[in-house]
């Protein structure tokens, strides 16, 4: 079977769909509310980032705009650890959710890295 590339626009899409459904899958307390309404506004906002680069006018607007989607992939690491520590959700329910977070990090320091290095 031959394997697909994914690419990070459809990682990122993918990654909003995840953290809308940890969204309704949070109980109805109002520190879950809280910390849910949060989550769901970072954490969709990664891929909206990256579509945002994807049509920069500029290296320099594409690495402003990549830097905008690590703040949100940073912010909705920091919900989900609080939904662990404060314990609305059991922490390796959300461990899936927290590696791809940490996977699509490193990728967009990789691509804002090698695009800084060329604008050098």
Known sequence: MKEE????????KEYAL???????????S????????????????VGAHYREACRAKSDADFVSKIEGALQELDETQYWLELLADAAIMKAERLQP????????????????KRVKDRMA
């Open 97 to 112: 959710l927290m590696n791809e977070t940490d996977e699509l990090m490193a990728i967009l320091v990789s691509i804002t």
């Open 18 to 28: 995840r953290i809308l459904r940890l969204y309704m899958a949070l109980p109805k």
């Open 5 to 12: 590339l994914v690419t990070v626009r459809q990682r990122t």
């Open 30 to 45: 109002n520190p879950a509310k809280i910390f849910g309404k949060q989550l769901l506004r970072s954490g969709t906002s």
